[in-house]
């Protein structure tokens, strides 16, 4: 038995509606890619690896600095509402202190 003709009208719809979308997302896809390139040789920076090593080391030294730290501290005095944070920073860093003192004194020698 054959397919009505309306049935058959509407085969064609879908179809050409499924190869429109098709094309339309691979064209999507292609726009995206050259997009997301282009902004990866913009923004990302093309650093040699001195200049990542550098880079490295500054971080390392700024997240190590007096200033972040304490700003850091404060941050978690006031995001855990606590009066003696600082105290109990100070008071928790005692122990690994003396470790590191203790370590140095048994690395290095005494003079005779």
């Not at 990866?40 to 700024?62: E, G, H, N, T």
């Not at 730290?69 to 978690?76: D, N």
């Amino acid at each position: 038995m054959l397919p009505l003709r309306g049935q058959r009208d509407r085969d064609d719809v879908r179809v050409r509606l499924v190869h429109l979308s098709l094309i339309v997302a691979s064209q999507v896809n292609k726009v995206f890619s050259q997009f997301a390139l282009t902004l990866q040789v913009l923004l990302m920076p093309q650093w040699s690896d001195y200049q990542k090593r550098v880079y490295f080391i500054a971080l390392a030294q700024l997240m190590t600095s007096d200033l972040l730290l304490i700003t850091l501290a404060k941050a978690l005095q006031v995001y855990y509402a606590s009066e003696n944070f600082l105290l109990l920073l100070s008071v928790s860093s005692l122990l690994p202190f003396l470790r590191a003192v203790r370590g140095v004194w048994w690395m290095i020698p005494c003079p005779p």
